[in-house]
Every structure is written in structure tokens, then in C-alpha cells.
């Protein structure tokens, strides 16, 4: 968060020409569209719903706790934005669409956790149905006969 804040703050400063800073009204990359205040707050429940499931879920796996933070610190950082200017600060060009380091951060960390948390799966996959374990007897072996005789 104070990354992209920082960042944002050289964007808007930066004489040179090189930064081309846009207010972007917009959310998730440009493709949710709707009101600051509205935006704000689906942001806010998002994360709030994301760290309720989510980061237990990828302490479970023992993805390090920095990776979803990635993804908490860029949508608090664009949620700040939204919150006092009315729109997200993006200053960085890119073939598909102008982002910021939040962004990045947030498209970096989800990006991990699921690659972190596929091979996590892939490697002990974690047994929900776990029987007990409890002796099981082999069927293909004969067992010993006991004969009472009376």
C-alpha cells in the first residue's frame, strides 16, 4: 500500500512527461463500472470476504503470508484512492490497460496463490474423507480358524 501511495505520489509529480497519470472511475482492470462510493465499498467487502476464506485457507497450504498481502495492500491502496479522490490513480501504460503498483500487486499475488496453492495439492493433497486408521483385515490372505470343540 504505501509502495503504490508512493508511487502514485511521483506519478502526479513527475514533471517530465514521461507519466501519463489517468483518473480511472472504473474497476477490475476497467471492466466494473459504477460509483466511487458503490466501488469503495464492494472493494471493502471483497477483502473482507478474502481474508476471512482466503488467507486461512493459504496458511493451511503454507504459502508465505507476504502473498496475500500482495493482494490486501493493492485493494486497500486503490480503495484509498476511490475513498478521496473519486477515482483510482493509474500512471502505468500497458498494451491491454493503463495500471498502477496496486494493481500489479493484486494481479501478482492472486496469481500465486493459486500457483502456490495447486502445487501444494499436487504434492500432498489433503484428504477431507480421511477414514480412521484402524487395522483393515486382507480378505486375499486366509485367516486362522479357531474350532471349538464341545
Known amino acids: 500500500m504505501i509502495a503504490d501511495q508512493g508511487a502514485k505520489l511521483w506519478a502526479e509529480r513527475s514533471q517530465d512527461g514521461a507519466v501519463d497519470l489517468a483518473h480511472n472511475p472504473a474497476a477490475a482492470l476497467g471492466t ?4 466511487a462510493t458503490g ?15 482466503v488467507v486461512p ?13 500482495l493482494v490486501i495492500g493493492g485493494g486497500l491502496s486503490n480503495a484509498l484512492d476511490r475513498a478521496r479522490f473519486g477515482a483510482v490513480r493509474d500512471f502505468i501504460r500497458t498494451p491491454w490497460a ?3 503498483v496496486a494493481d500489479l500487486c493484486v494481479i501478482a499475488g492472486v496469481s500465486l496463490l493459486v500457483a502456490l496453492a495447486a502445487l ?3 504434492s500432498a493433497p489433503l ?4 477414514r480412521s ?8 490372505t486366509p ?8
Open 127 to 130: 484428504n477431507f474423507g480421511a
Open 120 to 122: 501444494r495439492c499436487r
Open 98 to 100: 493503463i495500471v498502477n
Open 39 to 53: 466501488l469503495t465499498l464492494i472493494t471493502l467487502a471483497v477483502l473482507v470476504t478474502f481474508t476471512i476464506v
Open 32 to 35: 466494473v463500472q459504477g460509483s
Open 143 to 150: 485367516s486362522p480358524v479357531t474350532s471349538h470343540t464341545g
Open 133 to 140: 486408521q484402524r487395522p483393515r483385515h486382507d480378505l486375499r
Open 57 to 69: 485457507m493459504s496458511l493451511r497450504f503454507r504459502i508465505p503470508t507476504w502473498v496475500p498481502a
